[in-house]
C-alpha cells in the first residue's frame, strides 16, 4: 500500500486561494489513480475531483468545477489540490486518496469504496 500525508490547509477568507499537496511514498504514485475528497461536520464524505494515473484525463464535483485543479507530479510523487475562489462550503477535511492501477490507464475514481490508501486529512476553513 502506498502511505499518504496531505498538508497545505488552513483558515482564508471567502475569495481566496489555497493549494493542497499529497505525498506518497512506500510505492511508486505513477501506477495509482488518485483522488481528493473532503468532509464537513455531521456530512458524509464527499467526492471533489480525480485524476488517472498519467495525469492526463480529471473529473471535478460539480460543486467545484471551475474553481478547483488537480494535479499532479509523479517524478516527485506528489498530487495537487489548486483551490481558488474559496467558499464557506469548502470548509471541511480534505483527504487525499489512492487506488491501485496502472500507468496507462485512463480510468478515474469517483466513489469513497473505490480507494485503497487514504491519508489523514488537512483542515480547511473558510471565513465568509
Known amino acids: 500500500q502506498v502511505q499518504l500525508v496531505e498538508s497545505g490547509g488552513g483558515l482564508v477568507q471567502a475569495g481566496g486561494s489555497l493549494r493542497l499537496s499529497c505525498a506518497a511514498s512506500?510505492?511508486?504514485?505513477?501506477?495509482?489513480?488518485m483522488g481528493w475528497f473532503r468532509q464537513a461536520p455531521g456530512k458524509e464524505r464527499e467526492f471533489v475531483a480525480a485524476?488517472?494515473?498519467?495525469?492526463?484525463?480529471?473529473a471535478y464535483a460539480d460543486s467545484v468545477k471551475g474553481r478547483f485543479s488537480i494535479s499532479r507530479d509523479n517524478a516527485q510523487n506528489m498530487v495537487y489540490l489548486q483551490m481558488n475562489s474559496l467558499k464557506p462550503e469548502d470548509t471541511a477535511l480534505y483527504y487525499c486518496?489512492?487506488?491501485?492501477?496502472?500507468?496507462?490507464?485512463?480510468?478515474?475514481?469517483?466513489?469513497?469504496?473505490?480507494?485503497?490508501?487514504w491519508g489523514q486529512g488537512t483542515q480547511v476553513t473558510v471565513s465568509s
Open positions: 486518496a489512492a487506488k491501485l492501477s496502472t500507468y496507462y490507464s485512463s480510468s478515474l475514481y469517483l466513489k469513497v469504496v473505490e480507494y485503497d490508501s
Open positions: 485524476i488517472n494515473s498519467r495525469g492526463t484525463i480529471t
Open positions: 512506500g510505492r511508486t504514485v505513477s501506477r495509482y489513480a
